[in-house]
């Protein structure tokens, strides 16, 4: 990226790590954070918040590090992040109640958002395919998008579609007493179909696909984690026992891992 790209990128960054680290600190330590949810959603969110502070950020500041020294996977890990980052504040932002970090939600989603857009424009203008070996592990990873947008689908219009039939609302909207459940919006409008989007590019060889492709991986890995830790954060504070789910979300991590690991490989080296 040229120098003055990397400037801005360095310096939304800079002020999306401020934020978010602020937002986290205070949902993961700060009880007052989360006084209006009901248990089992402050749990949650607390859970989250240590997944951000202790995983999230550091990961951001070694690829942006690394990024900034012309490292190509550093590069494509960042977009991931970035885009994790984007996905959750858009969660807080319209699914938290009001709290004394509202502001700070916002800023964390505005600056990530920016950064995202910014970043996409810059890195899409590059040959990135011409970065990898000829065969890359483009079929299997499309498939693996493909299935995991399937699963999600169906867990959310099962979720949904029986309460649209019978003109009542969905235990997960009515329990945490929102009007809507922010995540169904976001995934079923956008996110999974990203991940379709992202399969077919895959399969065609696009440039866009070579992008997209990394972006989606860790920001399924990263999610999958911080759903986990927020299972578990449930059952430390005894709200719930069953782990299961959580189980199922790092199965989903690993795996979307190995596939990362695989497809990073076929980098071209120097």
């Known amino acids: 990226m040229a120098t003055n790209h990397l400037r801005t990128i360095t310096i939304l960054t800079w002020l999306m790590l401020v934020f978010l680290s602020i937002a986290s600190f205070f949902g993961a330590f700060v009880d007052i954070t989360y006084a209006r949810e009901v248990p089992s959603m402050a749990a949650q969110g607390a859970g989250q918040d240590m997944v951000d502070l202790f995983l999230v950020v550091p990961a951001i500041i070694i690829s942006l590090v690394y990024m900034r020294k012309g490292n190509k996977t550093a590069t494509l890990l960042f977009g991931g992040l970035v885009f994790y980052v984007m996905y959750s504040f858009i ?12 502001l700070v939600y916002c800023l964390t989603l505005g600056s990530s958002a920016y950064l995202f857009i910014f970043f996409m424009y810059n890195i899409s203008r590059r040959d990135v395919k011409s970065w990898f070996v000829t065969k890359t592990p483009n079929r299997g990873l499309a498939i693996l998008l493909i299935i995991i947008a399937a699963m999600f689908y169906l867990l959310w219009l099962k979720d949904v579609v029986p309460p649209i039939l019978n003109n009542t609302i969905p235990s997960t909207v009515s329990d945490y007493d929102l009007l809507v459940n922010p995540v169904h919006v976001i995934d079923i409008a956008f996110a999974l179909p990203g991940l379709v989007i992202t399969a077919v590019l895959l399969l065609k ?31 430390v504070r005894g709200i719930s026992e069953d782990m299961s789910i959580a189980i199922i979300f790092i199965i989903i991590s690993l795996i979307s891992m190995v596939f990362l690991w695989s497809f990073m490989r076929a980098l071209k080296k120097g």
């Open 205 to 235: 060889k696009h440039n866009l696909g070579y992008i997209l492709a990394p972006v989606a991986l860790v920001f399924m890995i990263v999610l999958t984690i911080a759903l986990a830790a927020m299972v578990i954060m449930t059952k």
């Open 91 to 102: 969660i807080y932002s319209f699914g938290v109640h009001f709290n004394l970090m509202f």
